[in-house]
């Protein structure tokens, strides 16, 4: 069946500095994928997607792009701020929004 | 715009009692979706619902869980009787069938 695999948190960086949460997924067809974002004690919030190869999503500074010939999504920001502390899913439909598959999740924490 | 709303927001009980949590999807949606979110487990699809009418419930970890939606506007995930093992976080979305979910807040469910 389809899944989606993250690297293991936690992640700790310090304000301003570069981020890279890698995502790789296996599904059959042509997916569309997404990245949320859960900070505390809140439900998962939508934060970018793509429905295309070589698509980019990008929102609030973070950007990744659908690569299908490496089943991957990474997501990318140039400068985190504190604020950016939270926990990060990949995730992937391809049942148009129906049957979602998230990813085990990232946990990002920034440090002043 | 509301948003999701879900009840109670935190629940103790012991083992053994019924529990019922509660969900209000944002009007108009007409996908809801139940998920539990563990340490273990990550966030896993219990069921989903489609115009009131459950689609999928392959994701019901037993016959001790149960799931209704009785109309457009509310939904509830029932556990009869409850396990410590139950002990989790219960989040319930709703989409219009477009590929963006929106969560609700969460129930955070403690089972003594």
């Known amino acids: 069946g389809d899944s989606v695999t993250q690297m293991e948190g936690p992640v700790t960086l310090s304000e301003e500095a570069f981020l890279t949460i890698n995502c790789t997924y296996t599904a059959t067809g042509y997916p569309s994928l997404f990245w949320y974002v859960q900070y505390p004690g809140e439900g998962l919030q939508l934060l970018l997607k793509a429905t295309k190869a070589d698509d980019k999503g990008s929102n609030k500074g973070f950007e990744a792009t659908y690569r299908k010939e490496t089943t991957s999504f990474h997501l990318e920001k140039g400068s985190v701020q504190v604020s950016d502390s939270a926990v990060y899913f990949c995730a992937l439909t391809r049942d148009y929004g129906q049957n979602f598959v998230f990813g085990p999740g990232t946990r990002l924490s920034v440090l002043p | 715009d509301a948003g999701v709303i879900q009840s109670p927001r935190h629940e103790v009980t012991e083992m053994g009692q019924e529990v019922t949590l509660r969900c209000k999807p944002i009007?108009?949606?007409?996908?809801l979706f139940w998920y539990r979110q563990t340490m273990m487990r990550g966030l896993e699809l219990l069921i989903y619902f489609n115009n009131n009418v459950p689609i999928d419930d392959s994701g019901m970890p037993e016959d001790r869980f149960s799931a209704k939606m009785p109309n457009a506007s509310f939904s509830t995930l029932k556990i009869q009787p409850s396990e410590p093992r139950d002990s989790a976080v219960y989040f319930c979305?709703?989409?219009?069938?477009?590929?963006?979910?929106?969560f609700g807040p969460g129930t955070r469910l403690t089972v003594l």
């Open positions: 009007s108009g949606h007409d996908y």
């Open positions: 979305a709703s989409t219009t069938g477009g590929l963006e979910q929106f």
